[in-house]
């Protein structure tokens, strides 16, 4: 292997007529944030803003085959965090086992199609999302075209 070697000698005020290249301005650093100390501004302490709710997702029109599970989902925004009713054809529903956010409808039978409605509710409003659930029975007396075009109807916005 080859070895080179270099020498430099930098001499502090050696050609005065030369002119010095500035060196970069190097910003101080920062002050690391704590999360447990904030800042004090001008003397105010601003309090969090309070909001209705606020359906940031809709519910969506589904169709689901009999038998099948099927998840209804929704997302709302408000301060504080809305309580949220869930009704099936003006019917309230158990929410017992339920994720916030979510409607779980296991093994769907014709008796489960019909409009949902989430309401989502606090002390500052109430927001409403609905959709409507088809559920179709692939039965073998059925064609696929039969249940694609029934699906299409249902789902059409």
């Known amino acids: 292997m080859k070895k080179t070697e270099i020498q430099m000698t930098l001499k502090k005020g050696a050609d005065e007529g030369a002119r010095s290249v500035p060196s970069p301005v190097i910003p101080p650093k920062r002050a690391k944030a704590n ?12 309090f969090p803003t309070q909001t ?7 519910m969506r029109n589904a169709a689901v085959g009999t038998g099948c599970d099927i998840r ?13 009713y ?18 779980w409808i296991r093994d769907c039978k014709p008796s489960d199609a019909g409009l949902y409605t989430c ?3 606090n002390c500052l409003g109430e927001a409403r999302s609905s ?4 559920v179709l029975d ?5 064609s696929n075209k039969d249940i694609l075009m029934c699906i299409l109807v249902i789902l059409k916005p």
Not at 86 to 103: C, K, P, R, T
């Open 72 to 84: 209804l989902k929704v997302a709302v925004a408000g301060d504080p965090q809305p309580a949220l």
């Open 131 to 134: 959709a409507v659930l088809a």
């Open 35 to 46: 999360p447990n100390h904030s800042q004090p501004d001008s003397g105010t302490y601003a």
């Open 119 to 121: 309401i989502a509710n």
């Open 138 to 142: 692939l039965g073998e007396g059925r």
């Open 86 to 103: 869930w009704y099936h054809n003006d019917d309230l529903l158990n929410m017992d086992n339920q994720e916030y956010g979510g409607l």
């Open 52 to 58: 209705a709710p606020m359906f940031v997702r809709k």
